[in-house]
């Protein structure tokens, strides 16, 4: 069983920055297949972005050139870098963690199933 911790949701304006963290309870999790999914109101929760376990990563088409996963091994920490948020990125944030290293091919898409474990999730709002 692996937690997951989120924090640095927050109120900002549009194209403004935020940085989401997430960190796993066992500290080798980090290395695990790991990706970001968020929940706008009154829709279905979506892939952001995901990280393997080799470090390639792939995201949605709507955050590509503006959002930025990765790791920092010394933290043990999971961040996803957001820059340029427009109102559309308004949403619960959420980290999620395979059961183990998993490599996939470049293009691969960000799917819920391919992940075990969530985090509570972490507030983000944009305003315009």
């Known amino acids: 069983q692996v937690q997951l911790k989120e924090s640095g949701g927050d109120s900002v304006q549009g194209g403004g920055s935020l940085t989401l963290s997430c960190t796993p309870s066992?500290?080798?999790?980090?290395?695990?297949?790991m990706g970001w999914f968020r929940q706008a109101p009154g829709k279905e929760r979506e892939g952001v972005a995901r990280?393997?376990?080799?470090?390639?990563?792939q995201y949605a088409d709507s955050v590509k050139g503006r959002f930025t996963i990765s790791r920092d091994n010394a933290n043990n920490t999971l961040i996803l870098q957001m820059n340029q948020l427009q109102p559309e990125d308004t949403g619960i944030y959420y980290c999620?963690?395979?059961?183990?290293?998993?490599?996939?091919?470049?293009?691969?898409?960000?799917?819920?199933?391919?992940?075990?474990?969530w985090g509570q999730g972490t507030q983000v709002t944009v305003s315009s």
């Open positions: 999620a963690t395979a059961r183990g290293r998993r490599v996939y091919p470049e293009n691969w898409p960000v799917r819920s199933q391919d992940f075990a474990y």
């Open positions: 066992v500290p080798t999790a980090i290395h695990y297949y």
């Open positions: 990280i393997d376990s080799d470090g390639r990563t």
